[in-house]
């Protein structure tokens, strides 16, 4: 059924007539019967330099992924594409008012490192940080561009294949086929490789990497351009396919892909997909960026984890262009934790939780890959950078100590005072009984339960202390009390490096890593670690 008021009041809504955005927002929401409200506030968050008001709140949820991808091309200068044969026209000249950024005053500035960080991870990553060296010859424009061998295939520098990846080596029976994606640019340059869905039900990477891969953002003039592009970047948006079309977390033999690497070519199922995966596609990179959710029951803000005394790892972290990095080395197993040990760059992106689509995350995700490449060179274009950013090595848990329902108030995102309450729990059994659950202490919540059975003891949130730099997480949250996360609001800014500010969270990851301490008791910590 068609919303009629969206006839007579579309006017109010769209002040400017006849453009594109608008075009496909009516079209939208006439399709969907969005509420007025909803649609005024979408308008604002598509094309905010229309409007001074503030930016919307980030928790209106407003469910349609597709709609951010008009917003990511708008803001990169790019006309959307309809259709996927569509293709777009140069960057319109409206652009042009933006400011256009300025340059880099030093090359290789020295990275901060922030001086709440405890002191002896802060010498660990100080002395890793100055062991940097210089870029490999390989990527030295002076040999020219060679083919790049994936597969026993020859891709030829400058073009785009498109092909299917055997997780397992089998003459008859089930080979598990994986779509990639290999885009070898015309210009030397490293080997980066996206990784989403390493866990079967993790949603939030493969819809991101599927974009990127789609003609809105791939292909001659738009961002990924493989004629424009230096090195060379491989895809793989679902890698845990078998457990994709399960819905599952992990491989049909019920072993977690993340903890079998670097995997052993003779042992069980899920190792020997590891080792293939390690050969075959890990080894052979320089950067590793892999795409994750949290685990059933709860949910993540979008976040980096990364091991900030691996260098380049510290720096492709930070270049994602995002607030929240936790510094952790991963669980055993763990792709991130074993690419390091064998000196290859690899972070985590965290975001959302798993079965569902969060368009924020997937947003985010998308400007954070853009920031990357463009940061490491392989892109032209500035990358974007956050106002601050929150280097933590520790964590607090907030728990409940009644068992219920719970109800959250204060969802993954929120600032929240000590004692501030972030929930409360009702019992069916006793209706009119309520209990609240408040924060032990001041911070940031990068997590929160979605599942509303809880126990005495059941983590209901995952918080980050933070101390210093208060004033300006503050300047940054949205009418709910909720961080607005660079990349969420349209329109990342560009920025010094020397202009962010490190705000350090210090402490200890109870249990080990940062997510030891969710799930049920009874389970092996490693089980309950989102990535
Ligand atoms: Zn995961």
């Known amino acids: ?190 080997v980066v490789t996206l990784l989403g869905a390493i866990h079967g039900d993790e949603l939030v990477g493969p819809l991101a990497l599927t974009y990127l891969c789609g003609p809105n953002f791939m292909g001659p003039d738009r961002v990924i351009d493989a004629g424009v592009l230096a090195g060379t970047i491989r895809i793989v948006p679902i890698v845990n396919l078998p457990g994709y079309r399960r819905m599952m977390r992990d491989f049909p033999d019920g072993r977690d892909l993340n903890r079998c690497f670097p995997g052993k070519p003779d042992s069980n199922t899920t190792s020997r997909v590891a080792h293939k995966l390690w050969s075959k596609l890990i080894s052979t990179s320089d950067y590793v960026v892999d795409l994750h959710s949290a685990a059933k029951g709860r949910t993540n803000i979008p976040q980096i984890r990364a091991n900030l005394a691996h260098a380049s790892s510290n720096r492709i972290a930070r270049s994602f262009g995002i607030e929240t990095i936790l510094d952790s080395e991963g669980p055993r197993g763990s792709l991130r934790r074993i690419t390091n040990q064998e000196d290859i760059a690899c972070i985590t992106y965290e975001g959302g939780g798993s079965d569902e689509a969060d368009p924020e995350s997937v947003q985010i995700s998308m400007y954070g890959i853009i920031n990357l490449l463009r940061s490491l060179r392989m892109l032209p274009g500035y990358p974007s950078k956050p106002r601050f950013r929150i280097l933590a090595s520790g964590s607090v848990w907030i728990r409940s100590d009644q068992g219920g329902l719970l109800d959250v108030l204060a969802p993954a995102g929120s600032f929240v005072e000590e004692g501030e309450i972030v929930a409360t729990i009702t019992d069916p059994e006793l209706p009119g009984v309520q209990h609240d659950v408040v924060s032990p202490i001041r911070g940031l919540l990068i997590s929160s339960a979605t599942h509303p059975f809880v126990n005495s003891g059941s983590p209901i949130g995952h918080l980050l202390p933070v101390k210093r730099g208060v004033t300006t997480l503050k300047r940054r949250l949205d009418d709910e009390g909720c961080l607005i996360i660079s990349g969420s609001d349209g329109e990342p800014p560009w920025r010094e490096d020397e202009d962010i500010e490190d705000i350090a969270v210090f402490g200890e990851w109870s249990g080990g890593s940062p997510d030891a301490e969710w799930g049920p008791a009874g389970s092996s910590t490693d089980e309950e670690e989102d990535n």
């Open 1 to 190: 059924m068609l919303f009629s008021w969206f006839e007579l009041h579309h006017k109010s809504i769209f002040p400017s007539e006849g453009s594109n955005l608008q075009t496909i927002l009516v079209g939208w929401a006439t399709a969907k019967a969005y509420t007025r409200r909803r649609m005024k506030l979408l308008y604002r968050l598509l094309s905010p330099s229309l409007h001074d008001s503030r930016k919307p709140s980030l928790k209106l949820n407003i469910p349609k992924t597709v709609l951010r991808i008009v917003l990511i091309c708008e803001s990169l200068g790019l006309r959307v594409s309809e259709g996927d044969s569509a293709k777009g026209d140069p960057p319109p000249s409206s652009r042009e008012t933006k400011p256009p950024p300025r340059a880099k005053k030093r090359r290789f500035a020295p990275i901060k490192i922030a001086n709440q960080i405890p002191m002896r991870r802060r010498k660990e990553i100080e002395k890793a940080l100055g062991e940097v060296g210089e870029s490999p010859t390989k990527w030295s424009r002076n040999g020219g561009t060679k083919n790049h061998v994936f597969m026993r295939k020859r891709i030829k520098p400058g073009t785009i294949r498109h092909m299917e990846y055997d997780l397992l080596d089998v003459e008859i029976g089930e080979s598990w086929p994986v779509p990639i994606s290999v885009i070898h640019g015309s210009r030397p340059g490293p």
